[in-house]
């Protein structure tokens, strides 16, 4: 079965951290492109990140500078750091995997909340 795998979710105070990880359960192949999405109740799915194989890093304005986003030595675990979190940050954050010859892959998505 083809799937990622997260963690690393939860409850946190403004100016917090926390570190999501996503990882390849090893049936997806050649990865190129991983990265997370987030998603607040009754808004559409936001790009927060991504990385692609040859290590380009982008990230979504509201984060540049609080967030990190990179990758394993073997490409298939992607790392969302998250410093500084605000309220806002609060969502549902879901990885996905782009490889060759599938169909986007998505994560279970892990809930971050953030509030004191």
């Known amino acids: 079965q083809v799937q990622l795998v997260e963690s690393g979710g939860g409850l946190v105070q403004p100016g917090g951290s926390l570190r999501l990880s996503c990882a390849d359960s090893?049936?997806?192949?050649?990865?190129?492109?991983m990265g997370w999405y987030r998603q607040t109740p009754g808004k559409q799915r936001e790009l927060v990140a991504f990385v692609t194989g040859g290590g380009i890093t982008k990230l979504v304005d509201s984060v540049k500078g609080r967030f990190t986003i990179s990758r394993s030595n073997n490409r298939n675990i992607v790392y969302l750091q998250m410093n500084s979190l605000k309220p806002e940050d609060t969502a549902v954050y879901y990885c996905y995997a782009d490889a060759m010859y599938r169909d986007r892959t998505w994560g279970q998505g892990t809930q971050v909340t953030v509030s004191s």
């Open positions: 090893g049936n997806i192949g050649s990865i190129l492109t």
